[in-house]
T-cell receptor, first 114, second 111 residues
Framework: GAGVSQTPSNKVTEKGKYVELRCDPISGHTALYWYRQSLGQGPEFLIYFQGTGAADDSGLPNDRFFAVRPEGSVSTLKIQRTERGDSAVYLC????????????FGPGTRLTVL | SQQGEEDPQALSIQEGENATMNCSYKTSINNLQWYRQNSGRGLVHLILIRSNEREKHSGRLRVTLDTSKKSSSLLITASRAADTASYFCATVHSGYSTLTFGKGTMLLVSP
């Protein structure tokens, strides 16, 4: 079966622009997570969805970051007024929804803000 | 913030040798997970050990957990060049369902 997919794989944008990053989880997985990974670091949690609702958005760095999952499947991470410090690999993961079990990660979107 | 801290930061060994990586964390956990990340590829789950378990095996992997010391170790036996990757421990805090990752150990296995 298909794994977690993310599009685009690479995104280059200019400072101040708006970007959308898409995640398509494994079919049937109710939990979806977004992480951000900077060079030489481990992934840092951004937001977690259970179904359509954001169960935990405590990792979003500021109000320029927003994520949606309107139908409980595909999710979009939206970043407004991008800054150079937003450059990173954005990872999406999904799981079956049972608490504390393994997560399945997508290949990530590499965002570069010039 | 990242809770887990892996040690060493980098490890270089020859094929056939064993590799041991350690992870320490700060607050109580429900479980601890190890992930592998190859260059240019996504994270792959390796093994999960729950807070009431002390040791777990999966193929050439052996994980131990010492909750009194808030530490875990990952042992890869008979390493192969294909094991070259970054290895991350990730913890699930009590009462939460999200993962907190460490900075990782970069493992290089030379043929």
């Amino acid at each position: 079966g298909a794994g977690v997919s993310q599009t685009p794989s690479n995104k280059v944008t200019e400072k101040g622009k708006y970007v959308e990053l898409r995640c398509d989880p494994i079919s049937g997985h109710t939990a979806l997570y977004w992480y951000r990974q900077s060079l030489g670091q481990g992934p840092e949690f951004l937001i977690y969805f259970q179904g359509t609702g954001a169960a935990d958005d405590s990792g979003l760095p500021n109000d320029r970051f927003f994520a949606v999952r309107p139908e409980g499947s595909v999710s979009t991470l939206k970043i407004q007024r991008t800054e150079r410090g937003d450059s990173a690999v954005y990872l999406c993961a999904s799981s079956s929804g049972l608490l504390w079990e393994e997560q399945f990660f997508g290949p990530g979107t590499r965002l570069t803000v010039l | 913030s990242q809770q887990g801290e892996e040690d060493p930061q980098a490890l270089s060994i020859q094929e056939g040798e064993n590799a041991t990586m350690n992870c320490s964390y700060k607050t109580s956990i429900n479980n601890l997970q190890w992930y592998r990340q190859n260059s240019g590829r996504g994270l792959v789950h390796l093994i999960l050990i729950r807070s009431n378990e002390r040791e777990k095996h999966s193929g050439r992997l052996r994980v131990t957990l010492d909750t009194s010391k808030k530490s875990s170790s990952l042992l890869i036996t008979a390493s192969r060049a294909a094991d070259t990757a970054s290895y991350f421990c990730a913890t699930v805090h009590s009462g939460y369902s999200t993962l907190t990752f460490g900075k990782g150990t970069m493992l290089l296995v030379s043929p």
